[in-house]
């Protein structure tokens, strides 16, 4: 519908109008005679009745069972006791979809994580993406917020290229030992794949608020070519001619740099009271045991007024950010919900670029839109051998049926009047390979569902195999990510960082598929998620105080051990069922 013919439709009679009706009223007078003050009263009251009518008629204009306007239904979400309207209507433009009634505090600015003022143009998704899924149940904070405007406000005084960060930037070419200084930073190195990277710099940007420090990111091949820039008038990107970039690649954990290994031989002295000008801090699953005195509250008094820290990671280490205890009022305050922490950064940090939120919302709208139901199932195995397998497929079917997250099928092929209501399931897989979607596909296609529900399956793209370094591949690698957590229900894969990356985005607890072996589905073959939350690969197992090792697992009844793996961790709400 074209929302401008229709508003020139609803409009009120204008000023012409009105005379022109009144001289119509005149005419009729003279035509009927004494019967013309009857006529002329009763069109007076039409009048006054008219825009109430209209009024009623718009209030019913667009039921909440409406379902031909892009979504297949309203949503309306109660958040915390406040029921949300966010029933869509069809729109022209590139969206497709307006919601009538949208606060734009809790919508567009996703309950007020966003700042206001950005060019809308340059990165379409920051302002749109509410308009696609669901509205989230779960609120940021009021200090959460007031935080991110404050690191907002730093990041804009000590970003690149201001008076502050050239004055640090020439006393870390120095080299000298140094003082305090206005602004500290941290800078993320981009390494690993793409699911590791977005998790280990949202972890990095959390202790980026609870240091103070500012986040610089190395820009790598792509991350300015997946990623919109997340914070106002400064840019988060590293500038390219920064001193030791040269160095991201040699950078380890036997570095002279290195903060465990200076520890290791005793380089460090935590008394003095200056510091280096710059640490490298070795976060990466390889890391060893004085790497691991990061996470001590002693190291973090002595990092504190280190005004540089070079940070390479392919880890989710907020898990042990909540058991340093000097963090732990900060955490509190800043998640009440403490199992939201992904959820929350993530939707603020990684906005698609204009490039990878065309391929989301026009596979969406395609494919998805019109669907009742949305199902994402992201298969990975990690197995060196070429597949598809059976057993995978085998445990998939168990998972989705058992769990009924997917219709059973009548095998016997009877007959079926298919509805007019029936109920459609969009099925989105995402693989490296093409076998298991097409498997489903065919399961749907040759046989009628046992519930008359019609399922559709789909699948963007099959790489065959990670290509880390290709661009269109992590290209599509972020869209489908992004894809999966528009889902209404996720399956997902055990040890997968693109799994957790879609469930923490979405907001959804998923069903976990365990790790085979012996190529034999398991029994069970998954189980729900405690939390969004992503898992830690590698936590530290030690007793800063104690100075002795200790299942950190069983400290605090927020941090527990992961579903997919026994020795990680992650952080689940109090509340949360084991």
């Not at 379902?67 to 915390?80: P, S, W, Y």
Request: proline content about 5%; hydrophobic content about 35%.
């Amino acid at each position: 519908m074209d929302l401008k013919s229709s508003t020139r439709r609803r409009s009120p009679p204008s000023e012409d109008t009105d005379q022109q009706l009144a001289q119509n009223s005149k005419m009729q007078a003279k035509r009927f005679g004494s019967n013309a003050i009857t006529f002329t009263q009763i069109f007076a009251y039409c009048l006054v009745a008219l825009p109430i009518i209209f009024a009623i008629s718009l209030i019913f204009r667009h039921p909440s069972s409406d379902r031909t306007m892009g979504f297949a239904d309203a949503r309306v979400l109660e958040n915390r006791g406040v029921k949300q309207n966010a029933t869509p209507i069809e729109a022209g433009g590139s969206e497709g979809v307006l919601f009538q009634h949208a606060d734009k505090y809790n919508g567009k600015l996703l309950g007020g994580l966003l700042a206001d003022g950005f060019d809308e143009a340059a990165c379409t998704s920051r302002y749109s993406s509410f308009l696609y899924g669901k509205i989230s149940l779960h609120k940021p904070s009021s200090y959460l917020i007031s935080r991110l405007r404050s690191y907002e406000d730093l990041h804009k005084r000590c970003g690149p290229n201001t008076q502050s960060y050239n004055k640090a930037l020439e006393q870390l070419k120095s080299g000298n030992k140094i003082g305090l200084t206005d602004c500290n930073y941290i800078v993320w190195i981009s390494f690993s794949g793409l699911g590791n990277r977005i998790l280990s710099l949202a972890s990095t940007f959390l202790y980026a608020l609870l240091t103070n420090r500012v986040l610089l990111v190395d820009q790598g091949k792509d991350m300015a070519d997946l990623f919109c820039d997340p914070f106002p008038d400064k840019s988060w990107l590293l500038p390219r001619d920064f001193p030791l970039i040269d160095q991201f690649d040699s950078f380890n954990q036997n570095s002279p740099h290195c903060h465990g290994n200076m520890l290791k031989n005793n380089a460090i002295n935590s008394s003095a009271m200056s510091k280096p000008s710059y640490l490298y801090l070795h976060l990466v699953h390889d890391y060893g045991d004085h790497d691991k005195l990061f996470f001590c509250d002693g190291e973090q008094s002595f990092l504190e007024n280190v005004p540089w820290l070079i940070m390479k990671t392919d880890n989710y280490y907020v898990p042990s950010l909540f058991l340093i205890p000097s963090f732990e009022t900060e955490l509190s305050n800043l998640f009440p919900e403490k199992g939201t922490v992904f959820h929350h950064l993530g939707r603020y940090l990684f906005h698609p670029s204009n490039h990878v939120w065309g391929l989301i919302t026009r596979y969406y709208r395609t494919y998805l839109a019109k669907a009742d139901e949305r199902i994402g199932i992201q298969i990975r195995t990690f197995d060196s051998r070429r597949g598809p397998f059976k057993h995978v497929m085998d445990q998939i079917l168990a998972c989705t049926l058992k769990e009924k997250l997917l219709p059973a099928v009548d095998m016997q092929d009877s007959v079926v009047n298919p509805s007019e209501n029936a109920k459609l399931k969009a099925v989105l897989v995402t693989s490296l390979l093409s076998g298991y979607s097409e498997d489903l596909r065919n399961m749907y296609w040759e046989h009628p569902t046992m519930t008359g529900e019609v399922v559709g399956v789909y699948q963007p793209s099959h790489e065959e195999f990670q290509q880390t370094e290709k661009q269109m591949h992590n290209r599509k690698a972020w869209a489908e990510m992004y894809l999966l957590s528009l889902t209404d229900v996720l399956v997902t894969s055990a040890w997968s960082t693109f799994g957790y990356v879609a469930q923490g985005l979405g907001g959804l607890r998923p069903w976990i598929l365990y790790k085979t072996e012996n190529d034999t589905a398991p029994d069970p073959p998954c189980r729900r998620a405690m939390s969004m939350e992503p898992c830690f690969h590698a936590p530290p197992f030690y007793d800063c105080k104690a100075k002795k090792g200790i299942d950190t697992g069983t400290l605090v009844p927020h941090v527990r051990h992961c579903e997919d793996i026994s020795w990680g961790l992650k952080v689940v709400d109090d509340h949360d069922d084991l």
